[in-house]
């Protein structure tokens, strides 16, 4: 079955430390993986997913298959990060459901 | 830059009730879908719906509730007879292909 795994629920760090957060999965074909991100009274909206291999507001996300895993990192995190991140799976494109992990709430501190 | 809107944003039923909560998706979008969030809980599956049909649910997604297609543009979710249990962030989501373009949620609260 699938499963995205989010180990953290709260990450606290301050203005200009690396973040990192972690996300495992477990699929058993060639997943497509995403990070979505909710800010305070937002909607929930892409961040960005595994095969545009891009940055987004600093963010990336390297998929690692041998470790299934998608963590996303920021070298220098900015207070207007401050957000809910869930970690996301679909089995493809073409409208196959997307499954989510339980989130981490990321914390940018003054 | 096209969103998906959801009415109404907070809806308070009694235990028992009909409850209907309605979408508009993306005007261009084929795959449509259903999610929903328990406070402090994750964002879990309803249902996927496409070419007017469902096309995968989850446990959750009993024969209490059901979705519809009505017209061109709106996309329901009907739950039939509210328990408290049901009290929960509603998402409804959609896309051409990938990725999820998301609505703000109807806040359902059954007493």
């Known amino acids: 079955a699938q499963r995205v795994t989010q180990p953290e629920k709260l990450l606290s760090v301050f203005k200009g430390a690396p973040v990192e957060l972690k996300c495992n999965y477990s699929?058993?074909?060639?997943?497509?993986l995403f990070w979505y991100v909710q800010y305070s009274r937002q909607r929930l909206q892409l961040l960005l997913r595994?095969?545009s291999r891009e940055s987004i507001k600093g963010f990336t996300a390297d998929l690692n298959k041998g470790e299934t895993s998608f963590h996303l990192k920021k070298p220098f995190a900015q207070e207007e990060d401050s957000a809910m991140y869930y970690c996301?799976?679909?089995?493809?494109?073409?409208?196959?459901?997307?499954?989510f992990g339980a989130g981490t709430r990321l914390f940018v501190k003054a | 830059e096209p969103e998906v809107t959801q009415t109404p944003s907070h809806q308070v039923t009694q235990m028992g009730q009909e409850v209907i909560l309605r979408c508009v998706p993306i005007?261009?979008?084929?795959?449509f879908y259903w999610y929903r969030q328990i406070l402090g809980q994750k964002v879990e599956f309803l249902v996927s719906?496409?070419?007017?049909?469902?096309?995968?649910k989850s446990e959750i997604f009993d024969d209490q509730f059901s979705v519809e297609r009505p017209d061109g543009s709106n996309f329901t979710l009907k739950i039939r007879s509210t328990k408290l249990e049901d009290s929960a962030m509603y998402f409804c989501?959609?896309?051409?292909?990938?990725?999820?373009?998301f609505g703000n949620g109807t806040r359902l609260t059954v007493t």
């Open positions: 989501a959609s896309t051409l292909n990938s990725p999820l373009h």
């Open positions: 699929y058993s074909g060639s997943p497509e």
């Open positions: 595994h095969i």
């Open positions: 996301a799976l679909s089995e493809g494109t073409g409208g196959f459901k997307t499954i």
């Open positions: 005007s261009n979008h084929l795959y």
């Open positions: 719906f496409y070419n007017n049909e469902i096309s995968e």
